[in-house]
T-cell receptor, first 112, second 112 residues
Framework: DAGITQSPRHKVTETGTPVTLRCHQT?????MYWYRQDPGHGLRLIHY???????DKGEVSDGYSVSRSKTEDFLLTLESATSSQTSVYFC???????????FGPGTRLTVL | KQEVTQIPAALSVPEGENLVLNCSFT??????LQWFRQDPGKGLTSLLL?????REQTSGRLNASLDKSSGRSTLYIAASQPGDSATYLC???????????FGKGITLSVRP
């Protein structure tokens, strides 16, 4: 939906390595979000962006950073991956502050 | 801090049954309440969005209601079909940059 792609779709990495996940949208939506989804916890907000170079922390931001240099791209970086960051990561976009969110297909990340 | 609860975690019903999925939230100061559907291994798809000033929204066989004062929303599915089998998540929008707080979801199985 809404032309959202995530890359990579699957990744296996080792503890301590840096990892960058990319979210790309073609809808010119202002808002972009990164969530992680874990059994027993549901979806939790990591970071979000409300414009180019405007980002803020979500509920579970420790160990993650983000960047948004263009409207269409929102990057999530794990500076030094840990096993607790094994999860499915979803990107979402939105147009207005009270509109719905459109989700990407997800990235399954495994940290060994 | 907003908390969203969905009980039960799983539900199995025979085809053709009308059913209600419940969602409760702790902070009534919401901008809207959203219902999503998630198929296994997929991202989320928006089903219905109810603004805080509305009481209900309908789309086909789906009807969602909102009672802010009691902190409850329900998703009514009429004449359920096997194709309705999925996980249904509700999310409360507290407005600040459209951040959503999700429930853990209800996994629905509709038996033929």
């Amino acid at each position: 939906d809404a032309g959202i792609t995530q890359s990579p779709r699957h990744k296996v990495t080792e503890t301590g390595t840096p990892v960058t996940l990319r979210c790309h949208q073609t809808e010119n939506h202002r808002y972009m979000y990164w969530y992680r989804q874990d059994p027993g916890h549901g979806l939790r907000l990591i970071h979000y962006s409300y414009g180019v170079k405007d980002t803020d922390k979500g509920e579970v931001s420790d160990g993650y950073s983000v960047s948004r240099s263009k409207t269409e791209d929102f990057l999530l970086t794990l500076e030094s991956a840990t096993s607790s960051q094994t999860s499915v990561y979803f990107c979402a976009t939105g147009t207005l502050s009270t509109d719905t969110q459109y989700f990407g297909p997800g990235t399954r990340l495994t940290v060994l | 801090k907003q908390e969203v609860t969905q009980i039960p975690a799983a539900l199995s019903v025979p085809e053709g049954e009308n059913l209600v999925l419940n969602c409760s939230f702790t902070d009534s100061a919401i901008y809207n309440l959203q219902w999503f559907r998630q198929d296994p291994g997929k991202g989320l798809t928006s089903l219905l969005l109810i603004q805080s000033s509305q009481r209900e929204q309908t789309s086909g066989r789906l009807n969602a209601s909102l009672d802010k004062s009691s902190g409850r929303s329900t998703l009514y599915i009429a004449a359920s079909q096997p194709g309705d089998s999925a996980t249904y998540l509700c999310a409360a929008n507290t407005g600040a940059n459209s951040k959503l707080t999700f429930g853990k979801g209800i996994t629905l199985s509709v038996r033929p």
